[in-house]
């Protein structure tokens, strides 16, 4: 069966530090990989996703990164964290059906980080 | 423009007592819907997914449905521990690999 890990689970940082969290899927083979962001109050924040090795799409291009070393691990970078960074980070993974038909993703525990 | 939108936003039962949960969405052709159920602190947990209207899952108390213009979920039933924010996400024809997520009902049992 498909697990997939998130670490770390929760992160203290200061303003203006870097950041890394990482994402890893057991079980499956060239799964599509996404970073979401989940603010109170608000819904489900699509920030990054990828088909593929090296392919990465931004959905918000601000001072987050995304990188895909490996088929199963997909990496959420920033250089200099802002307050606004803070929140529940998710990552998902999905499988490719054909036909076009829906492909059901999968999320991870998350990770909670806060910005002082 | 795409949308989905759930209400209501909360919803507070008494043990026992069954009710629906709507998501009514807006999208330029329907690949899939799905149900995420949420517990505070932890990612969301698939539920069910539904492709085409008329289809209909179920999975212990409860119950997907969906139509052209919207889906509902029916709990039967309840019990404190089916106590969770319930999402509802759309995989549009237009989106690629992207699905849209809705705010959620948050849904309290109380015994």
């Known amino acids: 069966s498909q697990t997939i890990h998130q670490w770390p689970a929760t992160l203290v940082q200061p303003v203006g530090s870097p950041l890394s969290l990482e994402c890893t899927v057991e079980g499956t083979s060239n799964p599509n990989l996404y970073w979401y962001r989940q603010a109170a109050g608000r819904g489900l924040q699509l920030l990054f996703y990828?088909?593929?090795?090296?392919?990465i799409s931004s959905e918000v291009p601000q001072n987050l990164s995304a990188s895909r070393p490996q088929d199963r691990q997909f990496i959420l970078s920033s250089k200099k964290l802002l307050l606004s960074d803070s929140g529940f980070y998710l990552c998902a993974w999905s499988v490719r059906l054909a036909g076009g038909r829906a492909d059901t993703q999968y999320f991870g525990p998350g990770t909670r980080l806060t910005v002082l | 423009e795409d949308q989905v939108t759930q209400s209501p936003e909360a919803l507070r039962l008494q043990e026992g007592e069954s009710s629906s949960l709507n998501c009514s969405y807006t999208v330029s052709g329907l690949r899939g819907l799905f149900w995420y159920r949420q517990d505070p602190g932890k990612g969301p947990e698939f539920l069910f997914t539904?492709?085409?209207a008329g289809e209909e899952k179920e999975k212990e108390r409860l119950k997907a449905t969906l139509t052209k213009k919207e889906s509902f979920l029916h709990i039967t039933a309840p019990k404190p521990e089916d106590s969770a924010t319930y999402l509802c996400a759309v995989h549009a024809m237009n989106r690629d690999d992207k699905i849209i997520f809705g705010k959620g009902t948050r849904l309290h049992i109380l015994p």
């Open positions: 539904l492709y085409s």
């Open positions: 990828s088909v593929g090795i090296g392919q």
